[in-house]
């Protein structure tokens, strides 16, 4: 079974920034794509930004040029650093990957969701 588990919400006044990182863990066979999603109260479920494999990107217009999405294939994890941060950036942000827990079949995975709020 293949979990992930994210870390490095919490609260942070407008302007500054958090990082946040997304380990998975379990019994796979390798990890495609990943990508964090965010989901504000009241709103629907929206990507982020993703990262392939081979680390590229793509990036929601509303973060580009203030969030950065990398990932470490060692380690199995994905970041997503936050500078800039305004406060209607405030949400839970889940963490997604596309899972081979073996070669044949793909797996969408999601994390338990870290809150990030944004005071102004």
């Known amino acids: 079974q293949v979990q992930l588990v994210e870390s490095g919400g919490g609260l942070v006044q407008a302007g500054g920034s958090l990082r946040l990182s997304c380990a998975a863990s379990?019994?796979?066979?390798?990890?495609?794509?990943m990508g964090w999603y965010r989901q504000a109260p009241g709103k629907q479920r929206e990507l982020v930004a993703g990262i392939t494999q081979g680390g590229s990107t793509n990036y929601a217009d509303f973060v580009k040029g203030r969030f950065t999405i990398s990932r470490d294939n060692a380690k199995n994890t994905v970041y997503l650093q936050m500078n800039s941060l305004k406060p209607e950036d405030t949400a839970v942000y889940y963490c997604?990957?596309?899972?081979?827990?073996?070669?044949?079949?793909?797996?969408?995975?999601w994390g338990r969701g870290t809150l990030v709020t944004v005071s102004s």
């Open positions: 379990g019994s796979f066979f390798s990890i495609n794509a």
């Open positions: 997604n990957a596309d899972v081979k827990p073996v070669p044949e079949e793909y797996l969408e995975v």
